[in-house]
């Protein structure tokens, strides 16, 4: 009779069918039903992508004109625009159309079964009037924060879309305080005669002092316990809406739209499944903050493709939660296909994180182009977090012009790495990078080529780099990495002291590692924990100096092939 060992041995290490037709020969029914319910729950694959539904409507059309809709640019259209909603979707549904037209508006409230469809020169225009915006229990960062009322929102819908090629607009310049160092001249003297309120040192311009006692006030950011929405409304203007808020909606469509100037971040969508976003852009300014493109928080089945971004903050970005209200809420974002986009301005093309508490899975990017991000795959948590990213895989992407790194995974996301700091013990709070997937890249310019710094607690581990060139100022460094493979990477770096940094890292293995010929160092191997490193089909010979070793390194850590 089979035993248990060879039971596992058979449901994980052979195919499904050659371990069922074993298990049928013995007669051993349990290791029939296991591999059955294995072969069911299989991982998603690049040749079976997760499948996402998309929503389909009535062809009745419900045109807002005929609500009483005015598009002079003056008239404030909110109650005939969600007249129009109202009646569509108690009508069973069908497609709710904008004309060409500037149409001012205040906040619209999606109903089920319903698709906004502006035309090609329809201007969907939100008022820069706060009052109209009321402010409501809503979501910042996973957590349960005041905000003002989104120009778009819908909860608990199904079957809901956005479609068409007209512009719908934030108005978010209202709302956002900036910079004089991020503007011309010419627009800071402008933006000052617009109203609002100068710092005293001259340096940074405020919508309001509402808004300033927002920003002043330390628990501001989330409803305290003992508070109420009413305790926050002398804050009000602080609390900047996102433009487009869905939250645990089924079947969503993003389709031909252009959303620009959004507030805060531009398109958020929460807890909802069957998420489509096809042809779509966004378009927030370089200096718009917290102006992410798009966040993915905590959704299953999701599809990006054929869109461009162009970003005040992160392009493409997947969330779940921060700390322990993500992890309790336990919602990872997972099944998620990201094809065919391209990512402009943004702090980085493809994010994960840094609010990944409810963890990330089964994550497929490819075919898309990164030009000018601040960095091009960008993957940051820190302490405190939790949370599981695993099951990410990505291929063919194009970058240039990357401001800082190519491809980041780095635990330390906006704190510094203290090297005294006494080191904690891993636990729940404790967020982990694994199973990470990676080739086919190529990038022309950026300031480091690869970073990934794990946690003395938790090392980043099982990352797989294969195919990839990469023209940076400088090389790659690995600082708390564990299982890190790199077959046929090819760096050309500015600076070649040294091309390759290992610090207390192990199991590193490097197949086919090519450099300019200019190489100072081609290895500095540091930290008495670093072990395991290993080198293949390498030449060594064209780096002034092959290897250092450094802080306690022993010279056995390093096989050179």
């Given at each position: ?5 060879r039971?596992?041995?058979c ?5 499904k069918?050659l371990?069922?037709?074993k ?23 690049w040749?079976h ?6 929503p389909?409507?009535?062809t ?28 569509c ?7 709710v ?7 001012m ?6 109903k089920?079964?319903?698709?906004l469809?502006l035309?090609?020169?329809?201007l ?5 009037d ?10 910042y960062e996973?957590?349960?924060s ?5 120009p ?7 079957n809901?879309a ?7 607009d934030?108005?978010?310049e ?5 910079s004089?160092?991020r503007?011309?001249?010419?627009d ?16 940074m ?8 006692d927002?920003?002043?006030?330390k628990?501001?950011?989330y409803?305290?316990?003992g ?5 926050y409304a002398?804050?009000?203007d602080f609390?900047?809406?996102n ?8 079947k ?9 100037n959004?507030p805060?971040w531009c398109?958020h969508?929460?807890?909802c499944?069957?998420?489509t976003?096809?042809?779509a ?12 493109a798009?966040d ?12 461009t ?22 919602k ?12 402009y ?5 493809f ?20 030009i000018?991000?601040d960095i091009g795959?960008?993957?940051?948590t820190?302490?405190g977090?939790g949370?599981v ?11 240039k012009n ?6 980041l995974?780095d ?7 203290d090297?005294?700091?006494v080191?904690?013990?891993a ?9 990470f ?9 950026a ?13 980043i ?8 060139i ?5 090389g ?5 990495a ?11 770096s ?6 390759v940094l290992?610090?207390?890292?192990n199991?590193?293995?490097l ?7 200019d ?11 670093t ?5 293949f ?9 092959k290897?250092?070793f ?10 050179l092939?």
């Amino acid at each position: 009779m089979l035993n248990y060992t060879r039971t596992l041995s058979c449901i994980l290490n052979e195919s499904k069918h050659l371990a069922i037709m074993k298990c049928i020969k013995t007669g051993f029914l349990f290791c029939v039903l296991a591999c059955i319910s294995t072969a069911v729950t299989a991982q998603y694959s690049w040749e079976h992508l997760p499948a996402v539904q998309q929503p389909t409507f009535k062809t009745d059309t419900f045109t807002i004109t005929n609500y009483g809709a005015i598009a002079d640019g003056i008239t404030l259209n909110t109650e005939s625009i969600n007249n129009a909603i109202n009646d569509c979707s108690n009508k069973g549904g069908g497609v709710v159309l904008i004309p060409q037209g500037l149409w001012m508006t205040g906040p619209i409230i999606f109903k089920s079964n319903v698709n906004l469809h502006l035309n090609n020169g329809a201007l969907l225009q939100f008022t820069n009037d706060k009052s109209k915006y009321a402010l409501i229990v809503g979501d910042y960062e996973g957590h349960a924060s005041p905000r003002n009322q989104s120009p778009v929102s819908g909860t608990d819908l199904t079957n809901i879309a956005i479609t068409g090629e007209g512009i719908i607009d934030g108005h978010g310049e209202a709302w956002r305080a900036i910079s004089k160092a991020r503007l011309t001249e010419s627009d800071w003297k402008d933006l000052v005669a617009s109203g609002g309120v100068v710092s005293d040192d001259g340096k940074m311009w405020y919508p309001s002092q509402s808004y300033i006692d927002g920003n002043n006030s330390k628990a501001s950011l989330y409803i305290l316990p003992g508070k109420t929405i009413d305790d926050y409304a002398g804050m009000k203007d602080f609390f900047r809406p996102n433009l487009i808020v869905f939250k645990n909606c089924k079947k969503v469509l993003l389709e031909g739209t252009t959303f620009r100037n959004s507030p805060a971040w531009c398109l958020h969508m929460l807890l909802c499944e069957e998420l489509t976003v096809r042809n779509a852009h966004v378009r927030n300014e370089w200096n718009a903050q917290n102006g992410d493109a798009i966040d993915v928080e905590s959704c299953k089945d999701v599809l990006i493709e054929g869109s461009t971004f162009d970003a005040g903050d992160d392009g493409i970005c997947v969330k779940s939660g921060r700390d322990k209200d993500g992890r309790d809420r336990g919602k990872p974002t997972e099944n998620m296909i990201v094809r065919n986009n391209i990512v402009y301005r943004a702090h980085g093309g493809f994010v994960i994180g840094s609010e990944m508490s409810g963890g990330a899975k089964n994550i497929f990017v490819s075919d898309c182009a990164f030009i000018g991000t601040d960095i091009g795959l960008r993957f940051k948590t820190t302490r405190g977090r939790g949370g599981v990213v695993e099951k990410i895989y990505i291929k063919n992407i194009t970058m240039k012009n990357i401001e800082k790194e190519a491809i980041l995974f780095d635990m330390y996301y906006q704190v510094k790495a203290d090297k005294d700091a006494v080191i904690p013990v891993a636990d729940e709070t404790t967020p982990q990078f694994k199973d990470f997937h990676v080739s086919n890249v190529i990038c022309d310019g950026a300031a480091k080529a690869i970073l990934i710094r794990g946690l003395p607690e938790m090392s980043i581990k099982d990352i797989h780099l294969e195919n990839i060139i990469l023209k940076a100022d400088k090389g790659i460094e690995l600082i708390r990495a564990n299982n890190i493979s790199m077959k046929n990477v090819t760096v050309i770096s500015k600076d070649t002291d040294p091309v390759v940094l290992i610090d207390n890292s192990n199991a590193i293995t490097l197949d086919n590692l090519k450099y300019g010929s200019d190489a100072q160092l081609l290895f500095n191997i540091s930290g008495d924990q670093t072990n395991d490193i290993k080198v293949f089909n390498t030449d060594a010979s064209k780096a002034k100096d092959k290897v250092q070793f450094n802080n306690g390194a022993d010279k056995k850590a390093l096989i050179l092939n």
